[in-house]
């Protein structure tokens, strides 16, 4: 079962959570309302590092932030098309502009496992932070935390790119989409709780956010993803997140992944079936849920590196 309830964790507290996984498949697959944005029988061209632009931003608030950015290949003259956010987690961190591509295999291992560029023609912004930053000023072995009142210099410039991305390339605003393994799964937590009804879905990865924000992403489609033995982030922190949207009459996603230990993200970003859930939702559209059966988890025992600092 793709939801793990772990030992201690009250069945009775998490079965709405499972009837409404269980009803997922059940309603419209993410493949029949895609539509133009997918390419279900695309072969394109592999991704690589060198498929992503390397831009450095400067804010006119202050400061400077290295990203990536991914073009649609053969744009269409007046079409408009999705724009993802991508949130790299602690090991993507650096100066090179290119870290937060290849950690967590990311690019081009678990894109081209997706055949990503092939079947989703959209703009992706991969921005970096320094070394020993983080996109959220919060520490990931906490059992709970309050958000900052304000964003930390690398959130607010990430967002400010993506403004101006919005307001330069074609891009449909109702198509605005963010995610993120660990570190950026706590950028993506705070990135919708920070921007409500901007984002018209979201994948958070091992990550946290704020309880008290629930009610904010009550109507917002996300999809949690966590490992049941996750020792650098604990799963606690997903399960109450959703827990938190659900108590405001909210309907997440959540796949816990059994036996699993920190690194779950290979299990979602080489998933077309939660590309195509993610390239399907539009903001003011009712959620489209997945194509199918949810994903069958792949077992895997403890972390294969120590805990992020």
Same mark, same amino acid.
């Given at each position: 079962?793709?939801?793990?309830?772990?030992?201690?964790?009250?069945?009775?507290?998490?079965?709405?959570?499972?009837?409404?996984?269980?009803?997922?498949?059940?309603?419209?697959?993410?493949?029949?309302?895609?539509?133009?944005?997918?390419?279900?029988?695309?072969?394109?061209?592999?991704?690589?590092?060198?498929?992503?632009?390397?831009?450095?931003?400067?804010?006119?608030?202050?400061?400077?932030?290295?990203?990536?950015?991914?073009?649609?290949?053969?744009?269409?003259?007046?079409?408009?098309?999705?724009?993802?956010?991508?949130?790299?987690?602690?090991?993507?961190?650096?100066?090179?502009?290119?870290?937060?591509?290849?950690?967590?295999?990311?690019?081009?291992?678990?894109?081209?496992?997706?055949?990503?560029? *092939?079947?989703? #023609?959209? !703009?992706?912004? /991969? &921005?970096?932070?320094? =070394? +020993?930053?983080?996109?959220?000023?919060?520490?990931?072995?906490?059992?709970?935390?309050?958000?900052?009142?304000?964003?930390?210099?690398?959130?607010?410039?990430?967002?400010?790119?993506?403004?101006?991305?919005?307001?330069?390339?074609?891009?449909?605003?109702?198509?605005?989409?963010?995610?993120?393994?660990?570190?950026?799964?706590?950028?993506?937590?705070?990135?919708?709780?920070?921007?409500?009804?901007?984002?018209?879905?979201?994948?958070?990865?091992?990550?946290?956010?704020?309880?008290?924000?629930?009610?904010?992403?009550?109507?917002?489609?996300?999809?949690?993803?966590?490992?049941?033995?996750?020792?650098?982030?604990?799963?606690?922190?997903?399960?109450?997140?959703?827990?938190?949207?659900?108590?405001? *009459?909210?309907? #997440?996603? !959540?796949?816990? /992944? &059994?036996?699993?230990? =920190? +690194?779950?993200?290979?299990?979602?970003?080489?998933?077309?079936?939660?590309?195509?859930?993610?390239?399907?939702?539009?903001?003011?559209?009712?959620?489209?849920?997945?194509?199918?059966?949810?994903?069958?988890?792949?077992?895997?025992?403890?972390?294969?590196?120590?805990?992020?600092?």
């Amino acid at each position: 079962m793709a939801v793990h309830i772990a030992s201690g964790v009250s069945a009775v507290q998490f079965a709405p959570l499972l009837l409404a996984v269980a009803a997922a498949t059940a309603v419209t697959p993410a493949a029949a309302e895609v539509g133009e944005s997918v390419m279900p029988s695309a072969k394109g061209p592999k991704i690589a590092v060198k498929s992503f632009k390397a831009i450095e931003y400067e804010s006119p608030k202050g400061g400077k932030l290295l990203y990536r950015l991914l073009t649609p290949v053969a744009a269409e003259p007046g079409r408009k098309y999705p724009l993802v956010l991508y949130l790299h987690g602690a090991g993507g961190r650096g100066s090179d502009n290119t870290r937060q591509l290849t950690d967590a295999d990311f690019c081009p291992k678990l894109l081209n496992k997706a055949n990503f560029l *092939g079947r989703y #023609p959209c !703009y992706l912004i /991969a &921005p970096q932070v320094p =070394h +020993r930053k983080r996109w959220v000023e919060v520490h990931w072995g906490l059992r709970e935390h309050t958000m900052p009142a304000d964003p930390n210099e690398h959130m607010r410039m990430a967002l400010e790119v993506v403004d101006a991305a919005l307001s330069q390339y074609p891009v449909d605003p109702n198509r605005v989409y963010v995610t993120g393994p660990s570190m950026g799964g706590f950028g993506t937590w705070d990135a919708i709780q920070r921007r409500p009804g901007f984002f018209a879905a979201a994948i958070p990865v091992c990550g946290g956010g704020d309880a008290a924000q629930a009610p904010k992403l009550a109507k917002m489609p996300i999809w949690v993803w966590h490992g049941d033995s996750d020792r650098s982030v604990p799963t606690s922190r997903s399960r109450d997140m959703v827990a938190a949207i659900r108590a405001a *009459g909210g309907k #997440p996603l !959540y796949t816990e /992944a &059994p036996n699993c230990g =920190h +690194r779950v993200w290979p299990q979602v970003y080489g998933s077309a079936q939660v590309w195509d859930w993610l390239f399907a939702q539009r903001l003011g559209k009712p959620e489209v849920k997945p194509t199918g059966d949810l994903p069958k988890v792949t077992t895997r025992t403890g972390d294969p590196r120590p805990a992020e600092k």
